[in-house]
Nanobody, 115 residues
Framework: QVQLVESGGGLVQPGGSLRLSCAAS????????MGWYRQAPEKPRELVAY???????KYLSSVKGRFTISRDNAKNTVYLQMNNLTPEDTAVYYC?????????WGQGTQVTVSS
């Protein structure tokens, strides 16, 4: 069984930064693809970024150049560094672990960008 626990969300002003963390339990973290998704009110959940077990990354076009996903396999943790945040980034952010279609989700952490 895998548990994912996100942290690092909060309220930030436009142009500010936040770093989200997701700590995973279990022994499959290092071989799984890790992703960050987000869901704004009345909008579908969307993939923000993912990183494969060998470090290949991909980003939603609207966050390219502002967000960076990284992982520390020794700590079973994936990060999402978010810079130059805008109100459009406001959402609940979810951590996802994907291993050959087997998926686990965190409980989500709220990110609010507002002045």
């Amino acid at each position: 069984q895998v548990q994912l626990v996100e942290s690092g969300g909060g309220l930030v002003q436009p142009g500010g930064s936040l770093r989200l963390s997701c700590a995973a339990s279990g022994s499959i973290f290092s071989i799984a693809t890790m992703g960050w998704y987000r869901q704004a009110p009345e909008k579908p959940r969307e993939l923000v970024a993912y990183i494969t077990s060998v470090g290949v990354t991909k980003y939603l076009s609207s966050v390219k150049g502002r967000f960076t996903i990284s992982r520390d396999n020794a700590k079973n943790t994936v990060y999402l560094q978010m810079n130059n945040l805008t109100p459009e980034d406001t959402a609940v952010y979810y951590c996802n672990l994907d291993l050959v279609g087997l998926q686990y989700w965190g409980q989500g952490t709220q990110v609010t960008v507002s002045s």
